[in-house]
Nanobody, 115 residues
Framework: QVQLVESGGGSVQTGGSLRLSCVAS????????IYWFRHPPGKQRELVGS???????GYTEAVSGRFTISRGHAKNSVYLQMDSRKPEDTAVYYC?????????WGQGIQVTVSS
């Protein structure tokens, strides 16, 4: 069992920056892939990006070049640095870890970008 807790959400103006954290209750290995998803209002949940290993991160086209996923020194933490925010980035953001055939999700955290 893994419990995930996101933090760092809030409101930011267009063009601003925000960093989200995802901390796992148990130890994660660098070989564990960790995903960031988001659920915009009125839309379906969508993938933002993922990281595996120390720094092998991938992003969807919507956020590529603006968002950065990284691991903390403690392998049970992952960050989502969001720069050059746009109003369409407004969403509830989640981290997810697939482990032992199950998907473990955080509770989600609201991020709002105002124009």
């Amino acid at each position: 069992q893994v419990q995930l807790v996101e933090s760092g959400g809030g409101s930011v103006q267009t063009g601003g920056s925000l960093r989200l954290s995802c901390v796992a209750s148990g130890s994660l290995y660098s070989s564990n892939v960790i995903y960031w998803f988001r659920h915009p209002p009125g839309k379906q949940r969508e993938l933002v990006g993922s990281i595996i290993g120390a720094d092998a991160a991938g992003y969807t086209e919507a956020v590529s070049g603006r968002f950065t996923i990284s691991r903390g020194h403690a392998k049970n933490s992952v960050y989502l640095q969001m720069d050059s925010r746009k109003p369409e980035d407004t969403a509830v953001y989640y981290c997810k870890v697939p482990l032992g055939g199950q998907d473990f999700w955080g509770q989600g955290i609201q991020v709002t970008v105002s124009s």
